[in-house]
């Protein structure tokens, strides 16, 4: 019996043991601290700002996209609260491995017409004020607490999507991007929200199926037999967002693939022309859904390894005097309301949750 009541008592001990170990591992989970990534499109904030906001300094310089950059970067701060923030700018000859698959794509995006004949006289006076101020952005950046990051030939939707698959660790993370550019909405899942600054909305999950009828796992497809007007990339002659889903109703549904879309186009094939349309142009869909498809980011074993490298070891600094120091030179006046104030009480945060 003695024996009996010792094994007993160790056998109690043990489940003791253990009911406290996976108390601790649940308390662990619960307190540990659940990141929050904002990751920003340079480029498409700046150009949202440059093109809204027509402000000059006293000596007549054009600020808008310098200023209304911070003011809309404090304000996304204040809104999403990240505990990490990066900032992805295109590369030079970021377009490139695109334009070589997909001759088409943003072919006309350099055929511009000047934004404000107020300030600007001729579209090259104002390309070089975009370009002074874009380097002068980056000026400003490297004094806060905030990892910004480009690779040449390299655009930042590339680099963006490869930090959605690297940066959230736990469950509970979230990664917020930051861009009007709809091709982000691809990536959306449980994990992943898009901001859109022009629609100020937050697109989940939901919020794609509500606006365009598909998942975001379908939101790839949906763009490539549609077309995206703003790459320049032509869709499929006679489908638009009704008779899309009209022809390929199995969009509503589950994940499909362009194969999917294919064996739908050849088993229909006497059912309607758009089905003709879509198998003549196999080759050109194929190109196209590679172009736009973010899943599969444009990048080399290389550029992963870089951006891997860049997240894990590169050190947050901040500099609010040299902020102040450069927004009192550039004299950018009340765009941003008591500057001193706002550069401590908008980012000192980041420093403290690196």
Not at 329 to 338: A, E, S, V
Request: hydrophobic share 35%.
């Amino acid at each position: 019996m003695p024996n009996r009541s010792l094994q007993n008592h160790q056998n109690n001990m043990k489940k003791d043991l253990k009911d406290l170990l996976n108390n601790l591992q649940e308390n662990s989970e619960e307190t540990q601290q659940h990141e929050r990534f904002m990751l920003i499109d340079g480029l498409n904030l700046f150009f949202r700002n440059f093109s809204a906001i027509n402000a000059v300094n006293p000596n007549g310089v054009h600020i808008g996209g310098l200023g209304g950059f911070f003011r809309s970067l404090g304000a996304l701060m204040r809104q999403i609260q990240p505990t990490q923030v990066y900032i992805a700018f295109d590369g030079i000859g970021s377009s490139t491995n695109r334009k070589n698959l997909l001759p088409e794509y943003k072919s006309q995006r350099n055929i511009s017409r000047v934004t404000n004949w107020e300030v600007f006289e001729n579209l090259e006076e104002e390309d070089e004020s975009k370009v002074d101020q874009i380097v002068r952005i980056i000026q400003y950046l490297k004094t806060l607490p905030i990892k910004v990051i480009t690779l040449n030939k390299v655009e930042a939707d590339d680099v963006i999507a490869h930090l959605c698959k690297i940066l959230p660790q736990h469950s509970k993370d979230r990664a917020f991007i930051v861009s009007s550019d709809k091709d982000y909405l691809q990536l959306i899942d449980q994990q992943i929200i898009v901001y859109r600054p022009i629609q100020k909305e937050f697109y989940t999950e939901d919020t794609v199926k509500e606006k365009f009828g598909v998942a975001p796992s379908n939101f790839l497809l949906y763009k490539t037999l549609m077309g995206d007007s703003s790459d320049k990339i032509a869709g499929i002659k006679g489908l638009g967002p009704k008779t899309l889903f009209k022809r390929f109703p199995e969009l509503l549904g589950d994940e499909l693939s362009l194969d999917d879309i294919l064996d739908i186009s050849e088993e229909k094939l006497e059912d309607h022309i758009i089905y003709a349309r879509v198998l003549h142009e196999v080759e050109e869909l194929e190109k196209k859904y590679k172009v736009m498809d973010l899943a599969n980011p444009m990048l080399n074993q290389y550029d992963e390894i870089f951006i891997k490298d860049f997240v894990d070891n590169t050190e947050l600094n901040f500099y609010p005097d040299q902020f102040v120091e450069m927004y009192n030179k550039d004299q950018l006046g009340g765009l941003i309301r008591n500057v001193d104030f706002w550069v401590k009480d908008v980012f000192q945060d980041l420093l403290e949750n690196k």
